[in-house]
């Protein structure tokens, strides 16, 4: 491979909703930034209302940023001409939650599939044909719902086709927001393994959205924790979960419904008072002080740096090196314990 | 506690809430198609019971037939539905309006279309109250206000004058919460209360829901497809699959050696953080459609285990304290979950 610049890189982003000069401004995404290495499953983890799906927009040049910057390589899509970008679009895909909403309900599922290649006037008919049959069966869709509609396919079914929707451009750059967050559980589980595979076929790389811990932490290399438009942690997916750095991070983690067969469960849970603050009003310092059970006085005035507390693990925490220690002590009791047995 | 006209039954003398054999059909413009077949279940005094499926295998269906919430233009039910001995199938509409909200209660999973946007939540609550028990409003409105408290809102008396629409997410359910455990019912069912919260949310959600149950001695048929969730706070637990029960439990001992491949299959679709990319077990195929029910075991389509024997429809067996609807359960060693 001759690039050698991240696929995505994004630099200090501000996304602002509001009128310039009204008083409500809402800052939904608020100095982000982070590099997606080409080939990289790079997860985003947060709540309602911590810009997770602002971001992933403004990734495909859907939302122009407020300030900042996101490069594509070393193209900036946002200071392209209209028509270039249009072009250059094509390259960076997005798939959302809802597959029922994907969907025009008096288009089959081909037609759907053939239109971004009619839209960017690829091929044949013929051509662009058998490109979207080609796709559906990548997918594994059964070749026989081709030509239905949506409404005769199950949630699964249309997730599939909107997956193949979405690489019929070939792309090199897939945006999942929440994307399997709508399905069944064993539906779920083929759906993950389908974006394993594909970014295998297609060297793809992904910016994994979602709520879920648990799914973000299978499939990602990497992950960032988001928190009211900032981000709190970022790290290698399972150093993230197993040894998190960031209270928020360990809260949800813990606020995750573990299967445990032992009677009563052993582990400590950590529940968060209060709920995510208004966006109208973001709080002073650190924004999660609200609701941290570790927040001081110092939490509530002075901002906490991002920093790089170990190699290739980053956060925003005043707390961090805390964080570490206690960790690095339970990591290695727990090896005591091993060794013992 | 009073018990409201006891006859014991052969089956299960203790349970609180003891359904046989429920058949529910629903009326759509192609006609009556079956959705319930067969379902038997119970709920002792101050349990939690989980009602574990993927959508569409009509664990919601069965919480609405119990509270007979279903149009009986449109829908049909048969078996036997007991409620501390009585027959809620047979009861009137006037003993149902008596029993709902007062005896058993409901909170669903999308607060916001259970409140009514033009009341304020507190005159919602003080309704329920008033519905049931002899109180002036002044009295009413102080009980709501006191339900508020009770589930950890702050400004309780604020609170009360305020519209759905001015709360969160949260707080909603907590109110819907308030609303169901105000008259101290002795069932609660909740039907995927906290799907649409956030966990962190979820998690306070929970405490509160299973702290007030305690207190209130209130049983909670906990309706969910998250088996983490049942883990952390039921009793026993049962599964669902295309409108049959197909296999029941203790919690724990059930996760541990789930015994109905599809239960096992369920656990195992879960990514939990060691399982390497791409190697996720999922369930091949779709549940099947209520006008196409396979003839002999209904999973058997989607199932690896079936052989020939499954083309005959399993019946629900009972071991100790398990229930399991497959016929190769003794010699199939499924995986369960890991201690």
Known sequence: MTETRPAVAVDDLHVTFGRKRGSVRIRAVDGVSFDVPSGEIFGVIGESGSGKSTLGRCIVGLIEPSSGTVRHGDIDPFAMPRHAFNEHRRKYQIIAQDPNAAFNPRMTMLQSVCEPLEIAGIGSRAERRERALEMLNRVALAPELANRYPHELSGGQKQRANVARALVLDPTVLVCDEVVAALDVSIQAGMLNLFWKLRQEFDLTYVFISHDLRVVGHISDRIAVMYFGKIVEVGPAREVLQRPLHPYTEALHSAEPEISVAPADARQRIVLEGEIPSAIAPPSGCRFHTRCPMAVDRCRSEEPAWRELIPGRHVACHFAEDMLRRSDGVQRSKEEVSAAE | ?339
């Open chain 2, 1 to 339: 506690m009073q018990q409201v006209g006891v006859r014991p039954t052969s089956a299960s003398r203790d349970a609180l809430l003891d359904i046989q054999d429920l058949t529910l059909s629903l009326r759509d413009e192609l006609g009556w198609v079956q959705v319930l077949s067969g379902v038997s279940l119970s709920v002792k005094p101050q349990e939690i019971l989980g009602v574990v499926g993927e959508s569409g295998c009509g664990k919601s269906m069965t919480a609405l037939s119990i509270l007979r919430l279903l149009s009986p233009r449109t829908s049909r039910l048969g078996g036997r539905i007991l409620f501390g001995g009585k027959d809620l199938i047979a009861a009137s509409e006037r003993e149902m309006t008596a029993i709902r909200g007062r005896h058993i209660s409901m909170i669903f999973q999308e607060p916001m279309s259970a409140l009514d946007p033009v009341f304020t939540v507190g005159h919602q609550i003080a309704e329920t109250v008033q519905r049931h028990f002899k109180l002036g409003t002044k009295e009413a409105n102080e009980r709501a206000v006191e339900a508020l408290d009770s589930v950890g809102i702050a400004g309780p008396r604020h609170v009360a004058s305020l519209y759905p629409m001015s709360l969160s997410g949260g707080m909603r359910q907590r109110v819907m919460i308030a609303m169901a455990l105000v008259c101290e019912p002795r069932l609660l069912i909740a039907d995927e209360p906290t799907t649409a919260l956030d966990v962190t949310i979820q998690a306070q959600i929970m405490d509160l829901l299973l702290g007030l149950a305690d207190k209130t001695g209130t049983a909670i048929m906990f309706i969910t497809h998250n088996l983490g969730l049942v883990s952390q706070s039921c009793d026993r637990m049962i599964t669902m699959y295309a409108g049959q029960v197909i296999e029941g439990g203790p919690v724990a001992e059930t996760l541990r050696q789930p015994r109905h491949p599809y239960t096992a299959g369920l656990l195992h679709s879960i990514p939990d953080g060691l399982r390497e990319r791409g190697t996720l077990h999922s369930i091949a195929g779709r549940v099947p459609s209520l006008r196409a029910m396979p003839e002999g075991c209904r999973f058997g389509p989607r199932c690896g285990h079936a052989v020939q024997v499954c083309e005959q429809p399993p019946a629900l067996e009972l071991v100790d304290l398990h229930e399991i609807r497959c016929h190769r359960w003794k010699e199939l060693e499924l995986k369960g979950a890991q201690a």
